[in-house]
């Protein structure tokens, strides 16, 4: 038996055509994590957390500590013309970044109590 044609499905036939089918994705669903019921105490107890000062302080000196160290590594401007522009915005950032981290240092070195 002899075949004139390969045998194609429709999707390889436009693809070799240079038609590109649109992408059949299905949106994820989001699984909600179950809590089961909560009574009203434990509510009130999630409605009311808040996040500890020192885990606060904490994240925020990680953050200006990866804010100056990419700072450090170098930040490039879309433009040349404005060159001398973005170099007074970016020392000014910088600066402003290392001010921040020394204001935080200090703050965390003080034994601080939270009030309700």
Do not use: C
């Amino acid at each position: 038996m002899k075949i004139g044609k390969p045998i194609r499905s429709p999707e390889a036939q436009a693809l070799l055509l240079g038609r590109v089918p649109k992408a059949r994705v299905k949106p994820k669903r989001r699984v909600k994590p179950d809590r089961g019921v909560l009574g009203l105490a434990e509510q009130r107890a999630l409605t009311r957390w808040h996040k500890p000062l020192l885990a606060i302080l904490a994240e925020a000196l990680a953050v200006n500590q990866a804010l100056l160290d990419r700072l450090d590594v170098g930040v490039y401007g879309p433009d040349q013309e404005s060159k001398e522009q973005y170099r007074i915005v970016l020392n000014g950032l910088y600066h402003a970044t290392q001010q921040q981290q020394e204001a935080l240092e200090i703050f965390g070195e003080v034994d601080w109590s939270e009030g309700e």
